[in-house]
């Protein structure tokens, strides 16, 4: 008997239809004699919504309590995708994050899981259940809720599928694979069959928004194979783990950056020019991706795009 790890995305799961649809590839597998977890996600843009309601009551929502409005949206996808279950003939059993064992540190929404004990979920899958259990969540030493950044739930099906020494992790969402580029963006884009984890781990840090990037370190760690496979077709996927192919070049990944470069000689042996340039970043709670400074330039590169009245601020530290 092999124990699959399942988990559907938001849009996997945004209505009943797709509901259905999803509970009925569960059930196919299920069939074939496997032991099946599922890992869901919120319902569609469930989060997103979430978050502004907080946002509407507060301007800076207190962080504890905002992981407690935020893991509902995972709630109610696991029991409605339960109750379904249970309808069509199967019996299944919904697990919030603290049911299922999964125990993180204190950070407030980016929150990093570290131990599940899975003894609940093994006893209910010995019973013979389907066990449906919510993504993106977890308990810390407070017995306080708490979320795993935007995306988690896929790093709670790996993390999962390495607590029960799954055979393999599948990760369904309405795209098949991943490409040798952005689609939206590149015409001609193929399907990858196969990619090793540190291939995608760097299209994951290049800013490709497919999986995310903590749940492909702990499958590398834990050499779990992750598949991922559109919910909506038959389509073989993308498998990644640890094959080695020498030589192959799998994807070209275009990265939104914002560059500020200053330019002049003995740059860098102007410090307190340097350091007044990070007090403007720090102030104005700039991310930074990557800076460098040589002998006449300092440039660096920041995550979102820098309004111009920043740019000015720095000129005018200039002249
Ligand atoms: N629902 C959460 C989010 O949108 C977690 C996830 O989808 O993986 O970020
Ligand atoms: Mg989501």
């Known amino acids: 008997m092999e124990t699959l790890v399942l988990k559907f995305g938001g849009s996997s799961?945004?209505?009943?239809?797709?509901?259905?649809?999803?509970a009925q590839k569960i059930i196919d597998l299920y069939k074939k004699k496997n032991k099946i977890v599922v890992i869901v996600s919120a319902q569609g843009k469930t989060t997103d919504k979430l978050i502004e309601e907080a946002h509407s009551l507060s301007?800076?929502?207190?962080?504890?309590?905002?992981?407690?409005?935020?893991?509902?949206?995972?709630?109610i996808s696991i029991a409605k995708l339960s109750i379904l279950l249970n309808e069509m003939g199967y019996h299944s059993i919904s697990l919030t994050g603290w049911q299922a064992g999964i125990y993180t540190n204190n950070t407030n929404q980016n929150a990093v899981i570290e131990e599940i004990n899975a003894k609940r979920i093994n006893e209910e899958l010995e019973k013979g259940k389907i066990v449906i259990i919510a993504g993106f969540q977890g308990y810390n030493?407070?017995?306080?809720?708490?979320?795993?950044?935007?995306?988690?739930?896929?790093?709670?099906?790996v993390a999962i599928a390495t607590a029960l020494k799954a055979q393999k992790c599948y990760i369904f969402s309405d795209v098949d694979g991943i490409y040798t580029g952005d689609p939206n963006q590149i015409e001609n884009t193929k399907k990858l069959s196969k990619l090793t984890y540190k291939?995608?781990?760097?299209?994951?840090?290049?800013g490709a928004k497919v999986l995310h990037g903590r749940c492909v370190e702990i499958a590398e760690k834990y050499k779990i194979p992750i598949i991922t496979k559109s919910t909506f077709n038959e389509n073989s996927?993308?498998?990644?783990?640890?094959?080695?192919?020498?030589?192959t070049i799998?994807?070209?990944?275009?990265?939104?950056?914002?560059?500020?470069?200053?330019?002049?000689?003995?740059?860098?042996?102007?410090?307190?020019?340097?350091?007044?340039?990070?007090?403007?970043?720090?102030?104005?709670?700039?991310?930074m991706l990557e800076c460098n400074i040589s002998e006449s330039?300092?440039?660096?590169?920041?995550?979102?795009?820098?309004?111009?009245?920043?740019?000015?601020?720095?000129?005018?530290?200039i002249h």
């Open 13 to 22: 799961v945004a209505d009943n239809e797709k509901l259905k649809l999803v």
């Open 59 to 75: 301007k800076n929502p207190d962080n504890r309590e905002l992981d407690v409005l935020l893991s509902t949206g995972e709630q």
């Open 141 to 157: 030493e407070k017995l306080d809720i708490t979320t795993l950044g935007r995306g988690g739930s896929d790093t709670t099906a």
């Open 199 to 206: 291939e995608m781990l760097e299209i994951s840090s290049e």
């Open 237 to 247: 996927g993308t498998i990644i783990s640890d094959i080695i192919e020498e030589n």
């Open 250 to 287: 799998k994807s070209v990944v275009k990265k939104q950056i914002s560059r500020i470069s200053i330019i002049g000689t003995g740059i860098i042996r102007n410090i307190e020019f340097i350091k007044k340039i990070m007090d403007i970043i720090t102030a104005n709670k700039l991310e």
């Open 297 to 317: 330039k300092i440039s660096i590169d920041f995550k979102n795009e820098i309004p111009n009245n920043i740019l000015a601020l720095i000129h005018d530290e």
